[in-house]
């Protein structure tokens, strides 16, 4: 039978499975594309969009199926772009089968890569990482970038792009294991484990002796505060995600950055990759170049079945995964 799984309750604070719902529903048989779903983004940004309020992206409804990035295989198309066998991303429902019109369809190439790889490396986790840096970061050889969340799908690749522009990096995750990760796969200079670190801007100024030139944020928070404390003259703090205040139920209150940001004359700036749409081709270019050359590599955390997706999900706030978490439907 074809599932759907839908969003039962907004959640209050941390999501809970009550808040997702899993029913079955008809099998597809009709429509210009019948997809079925091969492979599921989760992301932490979701949670954002479980929220009844005003965003870059619409909320999702209650008692409607949440959708995400993914991976499917085209089952019957009368599509004249699409044929039956093609492999696909796009933003879809979370559905085991459905019907489409190819409207924002993508095809994609498991020769290049692994299919599941175009939901991280190769997909918006990766070119968020190579747009950020290009548009805000604009890194110089000889450089310090400092990353958060650096054991995460983004991180991860931001790390590494870092060095192969030659710069001195170093990252923040959560755990020692993790913190070996990174500087053993990845050939980060250095790590920071942000659980056990009492003091972490001092970790910080001992981690990066020459100061912050480019801090990528994946958490915000503390450690944002953190890094603001040790950034240098005309630094660039590029603002992706806040993972460390998603689940608040009221915006929190912190230190007040515009004193270093004019002491510093340093930009910090949000970033969509979503607002860069004409910049896809040419980054997902140089990041399979990277990838086919061993000069880049990434993590994945597979989770088992369609019905797992909320769990999955959820798993994330509680740093679970290596890398990009997906489901393997």
């Known amino acids: ?36 779903s091969k492979f599921i983004s989760v992301d932490p940004y979701l949670r954002g969009r479980m929220r009844d309020e005003k965003s870059y992206i619409e909320p999702f409804k209650v008692g409607e199926p949440l959708e995400s990035m993914v991976i499917a295989e085209v089952k019957n198309s009368s599509h004249s772009d699409f044929k039956k066998g093609d492999h696909i991303m796009g933003m879809l429902d979370w559905k085991k089968q459905q019907s489409h019109s190819g409207k924002d369809l993508r095809k994609i190439d498991p020769s290049i890569a ?10 918006l986790t990766g070119l968020t990482a190579y747009l950020a840096l290009h548009k805000i970061g604009i890194l110089k050889k000889g450089e310090t970038l400092l990353v958060s969340g650096a054991a995460g799908a983004v991180g991860s690749v931001v790390g590494q792009i870092g060095k192969i522009k030659g710069c001195r990096v170093v990252g923040i995750a959560g755990s020692d294991e993790k913190i070996d990760h990174i500087q053993e796969k990845f050939s980060f200079d250095a790590g920071i484990n942000y659980k056990t670190t009492e003091d972490m801007t001092q970790a910080i100024k001992e981690a990066c002796p020459d100061g912050v030139d480019v801090y990528f944020d994946n958490v915000g928070g503390e450690i944002l505060d953190a890094a603001l404390q040790n950034i240098n003259k005309a630094a660039r703090i590029i603002n ?14 912190g230190p007040r950055p515009e004193g270093i940001l004019i002491k510093k004359s340093a930009l910090m700036q949000g970033f969509l990759v979503r607002d860069h749409v004409a910049d896809y081709q040419k980054a997902i270019s140089d990041l399979a170049g990277w990838l086919n050359s061993g000069k880049l590599k990434y993590d994945e955390t597979i989770v088992e079945g369609f019905e797992q997706t909320p769990q999955a999900f959820i798993d994330i706030f509680d740093g679970k995964n290596f890398g990009k978490m997906v489901v393997k439907v």
């Open 1 to 36: 039978m074809n599932k759907q799984i839908l969003l039962n309750s907004r959640p209050e604070g941390r999501p809970a499975l009550k808040n997702f719902q899993i029913e079955e529903i008809e099998e597809v048989k009709n429509g210009e594309i019948v997809l079925e």
């Open 240 to 253: 992706c995600g806040a993972i460390s205040i998603y689940n608040e139920t009221e915006i929190p209150k």
């Open 114 to 123: 692994p299919l599941s790889a175009y939901l991280g490396v190769l997909g």
